[in-house]
C-alpha cells in the first residue's frame, strides 16, 4: 500500500546509533528529586505535603486542580525538605516539591495486578487520572483529558504514535522494544475506553526491526502496522494522522473531529501501568545524548531528577554550551542544568559550542525553502516578516495560528532567520488581542 | 559583579540547522557555472577572460564600495556580488570594451540590486537590468559578434552573427530561413557560434543545471516549464512552416535560452516561492521568449521575458498561495 | 493634420467628460473640520489615542466619538486647537514622557543565559522569560526602539534602552511594547526618577543586580512626602517633592537607583542615527 504522505516537511540527520541499541538502564536516584507541581498542560497541582513530611514512593504529593489537571506523585520515598519555587524547564521559577530520598524507596500501598478487562471504562479513565498520565511525546496533555472526548465525538481509530522524529532521541524506540507487550495491552486499553475499531502503530521506516518484531503481534491482533517513509515531522499529531489514514485534522480542530486518538508509546505503556497496577507516573524513558556526551544511553529516570545529574551519570566531554529537554528541532534550551526531568521530557541533550550551527541571520532570499518545508503549507517567510512588523492581522490572515512549530522552516532556511521564534511570537501576539478584544 | 560559570546558550528551537547557507547556494551556482565559463574561454579567447575578470571584480567592489558610503554591514562574503557579476559577463559579448563590461556590473549592483535594499530586496535580476540597460543604451557594442575561434586564445576577432539574429534578418529579408538553420547542427549545442559568453555552450550550461539539481540548490520547476513552454510553442509554429520557423531544438540551444532558464529565471529573489508559482512563472517567460523571437523586433527575448515575468512574482507570490493543511478553500490571502 | 486635429481633440473632449462625471459621481464628502482636524495632528499615526492612524481619530473627533484629549504627541498646543475646531471646552493634561526605570546595565545586573535569536525583546521574553536573570530589567534588544514613531529611543553604550527627552512626546507606545513594563509615563517636568522596574525583596535584587531598588525604605525615610514604597520598590511621588530633601535622599540611596536626570545628563543624551537603525533581522 502506498501511504499517503503529508506536504512538506525535512530530512535532519538522525544520530540515534548511539543510543538506538542499548538495553536502558535504571537512573541512579539523585541526593534531591525536585517534583514540579505543573508538569503538564492546565492548571498546576496543589501541594498537599509539607516540608519535614516523610512521603512514601509513588505518594500523592500535589492533587490535581480541576478538571484539566493531574495529580503529581512522590518518584521515590523520601523527606520533603521544601515545597518552594524552584528552575523548571519551561525558564521560570516555579512551584516544586524538593524530596531528599532515603534510598529505601518504599513504595505506597500498590494494587494487585489485574487485568483491566474486569474493569469499567469509567474506573479506568479514574486510575488514570489518579496516575496522572499526561502526553509523553512533549506536549505532556492530560491523558484522561483526551480519553473522555465532548458528547457527539465518535472515536473509530486509535493510533500509537512511535515515529519519533526527532534527531537523537530513541527513548519511544526503546519503550517499544523492552515493553512491547505493555504497550499492545495499552493500546487495548485505549480501544476498550475509546470504543475505537481499529488500531495503528505509526513508526519510521528506519526502524526495521522493531517492525519485524511488532509484525507478528501486530497480525495476531488485528493491529495495523503503518511504516512511514522517513520525514521529519511525521510525529506531530496532524501529519501521523493523515500518513497513517489519509484524514485531515481541520485547522482549527482536534483529532477527535476525525475520529482519531493519538498517543505516544510511552504514555501508553505509562497508561497500562497506571490500569492493571494502579502505579502513578513517577518514572519515564530518557535518552541522553548529544555531541557533548560521552556515554549517551537510554535511562529510567525518575520524575524530578535534575539534569546535571544525568549529565554527570552519563559523563560530559566539556561543560556544554547548551542544554536540551526534548529534541533539537522542537525542544527548549534550558538556562540552567539544575531543571528536572518532568513529565514531558522524552530527552536530554548536550551540545558543545562547535556543534552549534553559529551562522547570524542574513536577508531573506526569498528561495521558497520555507515553504515547500511547511508541513503545515504556510508560507513561513511572510509570516515571519509580518510579525517583525507587528502585522498581526496580516499574519493571522496568513495563517500563523495554524503554524505546529516544527522548525522545519528555521531548520532549512539558507539565510539562517529564526522564523519559528518570530511566527511564535506572532501566535502569541495574535492570541492575546484575541483575549483583550 | 563577576558572571557564573560560562552561561548556557539558550535559542530558539530549532537547534539544528540543514547546512546549506546563502552563501553556499550562491557558490554553488558560482561553481555550476564554471564550465561554462571555461568554454567561453576557450572559444572566445583572452578577451573573453577580460570581460569576465572586469565584471566579478567589478561587481564585488561595486557592492563593498556602495555599502561602505551607505554605512551598511558589508556583506561581498555571501557571494552574491561575485555571482551577479559572472552573470552580467555570461550577457556581454567577448568584444566588449572594459569599461562596458565595468558598466554593466556597476549598473548590475547599483540600480538592480542595492537601490531596492540589497540583497533578496531586489524586484528584477539584476544582470539582466545590467543588460537590457546596455543592450539599449550601447546596441552597436552590445551587439557586435565575434566568431568563436576554439582554442585560438589570442586570434584576431573576426565579426560574426548570432544564429537568432541571422535567422531573423534572414525572414525578414528573404520570407524564409537560411538553409544551415533549417537544417540545424549538432555544433550549436557546443556552442560554437557567436554571442554572449555565457549563453553559446548548451552543453555546459546543462551540465551546470544538473549540478544544481541534484545539489538541492534550483528546483526544476522553472527550467522544465520554461524550456517546455518554448519547446511547445515554438514546436507548433515550427510545424505550421518549417521554412519560416526554426525547429524548437534550435530555439532551445540558441541564444541566452538556456542561460536564462536554468540561471536567469531561477534566480531565488526574482522568482516564485511556491512550486505552482514556479510553473507558472516558467511558462510565462517561455510564452513571452518565443513570441519576442518569433516576431518581436529583437532577434533574442529571453532577458525581456524573464524581467517581464520578474515583474509579475509579486502577483503570482501574491494569488498562487499553498492551501493551509486542514482548511478546506483558499482563504483571501493578502 | 486636421485629422489628427480633431481626433486628439476629441478625444481629449471625451476624456475630460468622463472625468468630470467621474468626479461627480464619485465625489467623497469630507466635513471641512475633519480636513483641518488632520492639520493639526501630530501626523505619526503613533496610534497612542487608540485609533488606527491620524485620520481614524480626525473622524471620530469630528464623529463626536472620541474625547479630544487622546493625542498625546500634541500636547496642549494641538489640545487647544481641537478644542477649538470642536467648539468644546477642555481641561489641559499635564505632558507626559517616557523613562526607562532600569540601570541594570552588563556592569550591574546578572545574565542568565547567553540569548542568541531574533533581536527583538518580545520574543526573548519568551525564552525562559528572557536572558536577564532581573525578571524587570531592560533587555535592550530594542524592541522600543523599532516601534517609536518619534525615534526617541535609543539602545545606548550600556545595552539599555534610553529616553531623549526632546523628543519623546509621551504617545505611551513604548510602554505596551516592553514586555517588562521597563518603561513608564511621568510627567515630563519631572526630572527625579527611581530608575528600577524589580518589586521583589532585596535578597531577590541582590541576586540579579547591583543597581537595583532594595526596598531599603531609606529615601521614604528621608522624604517622606516624596517617595513611596511599592511592594519593595520606591516610587516617586510626582509633583509633592521638595528639592532639598529629595537631594538627601537621592544621596543616601545604597543602590544609586534614584537619578535626578537634570544633573545626571543621563538618558538626554541625542540617540545617534546608527544606534536608532534597526539592527535585527530584516
New interface residues.
Partial sequence: MIQPS??GG?H??GHKTATADARSEICPLPAELVIPLAQHVGAPALPCVTAGQWVARGQLVGRANGFVSVPVHASTSGLVTAVEPRPHP???DLPAVVLQPDGADTWADEYQKQSFHVLSVEAMLERIREAGVVGMGGAAFPTHVKLDPPQGKVIDTVIVNAVECE?WLTADRRVLLEQTEKVLTGLEILQEISGADHAYIGLEDNQPDVARLLAPHCQKRGIGLAVLPTKYPQGAE?QLI?AVTGR????R?LPMDVGVLVQNVGTIAALTDAVTRGRPLIERMVTISGPAVVRPQNLRVRIGTPVAHLLEHCGVTE??????LGG??????????AVPVVRGTSGVLA?R?QD??T?T????????RC??A??????P?FIADFA?R?ELELAE???AR?CI?C??C???C?????L???I??AK??ILARRRRI | MEPRTPLLIVSPSPHLHAGLTTRGMMGAVLLALLPAAATSIYLFGLPALRVLLICVVGSVAMEALWQKVADQPITVRDGSAALTGLLVAFNLPASSPWWLSLLGAALAIVVGKQVFGGLGHNPFNPALVARIVLLISFPSAMTHWTAPQPGRFLADAISAATPLSESQSAVMLTGHLPQHIIGFSSRYLLGNMPGCLGEVSALALLLGALFLLWWGVISWHIPISYLGTVTLLSGAFWLIDPSRYPHPAFHLVSGGLMLGACYMATDLVTSPLTSRGMLLFGCGCGLFTVLIRLFGSYPEGVAFSILLMNAVTPLIDRYVVPRPFGMDRSRELA | MMAAVICLGSLGFVAALLLGMAARRFAVTVDPRQVALMDILAGANCGACGFPGCDAYARALVAGTAKPDLCRPGGAETLKRIATILGVAVTERPPQIAVVRCQGDLQHARLKYAYQGLQDCRAAQKLARGPKLCPAGCLGLGSCVQHCPFDALAIDSRGLAMVNRSRCTGCGLCVTICPRQVLALAPANETIHVLCNNRESSARVKSYCNAGCLGCRLCVRTAPESFVMDSFLAKVRYGYGEPSTMAEAIARCPHHCILNLDEQGNNQTLPTPHSVRERSTP
Avoid at chain 1, 561543560?319 to 536540551?324: G, H, S
Fill in positions: 503529508f506536504p525535512t535532519p540527520p519551561c525558564g521560570a534527531p496532524r493523515y485531515r485534522v481541520p485547522a480542530g561543560e556544554p554550551a547548551m542544554v536540551i533539537p528541532m522542537m525542544g527548549s534550551a534550558q538556562h540552567t542544568p551540545f559550542r552549534l550551527p551562522t541571520a542574513g536577508p531573506c532570499v526569498r528561495c521558497g515553504v515547500n511547511c508541513p503545515m503549507n504556510l508560507q517567510t517583525r507587528d490572515r496568513f495563517a495554524n512549530e522548525g522545519s528555521s531548520f532549512i539558507p539565510a539562517n532567520i529564526p519559528v521564534q518570530s511564535r511570537y502569541g501576539a
